[in-house]
């Protein structure tokens, strides 16, 4: 039986969709560079979209975890720089056939 009155403690169980896990966020470099690049779009676009919606919920009211801000700013910034590195692979590959030809 949970305990009731005022000595209980308070929870933060929400059934907000809008509420993430923030486990969910962290993704290991290793996991984004099996991902393939339209992957890699959609992972960029939604910690886009959670990170704006994040800001906006820190303006208005009070964050459960302000630390979910720091997480999507660095997967926004791990998925970009996986992106830049297989960029800047597949122009090094086009330069070396274009060598040899």
Not at 7 to 23: A, F, G, K, Y
Not at 81 to 87: P, W
Request: aromatic share 0%; glycine share 2%.
């Amino acid at each position: 039986m949970k305990p009731s009155g005022p000595n209980r403690p308070e929870t933060h169980e929400s059934n907000d969709p809008q509420v993430h896990d923030p486990t969910a966020i962290t993704m290991k470099i290793a996991e984004l560079k099996d991902m393939s690049d339209e992957q890699l779009e959609l992972t960029a676009k939604e910690a886009a979209d959670n990170l704006f919606r994040l800001r906006i919920q820190s303006q208005t009211e009070r964050l459960d975890a302000p630390s979910e801000l720091r997480r999507n700013r660095r997967l926004i910034a791990r998925v970009k720089t996986l992106q830049t590195q297989r960029a800047t692979a597949a122009g090094g590959a086009e330069t070396e056939a274009e060598k040899t030809a």
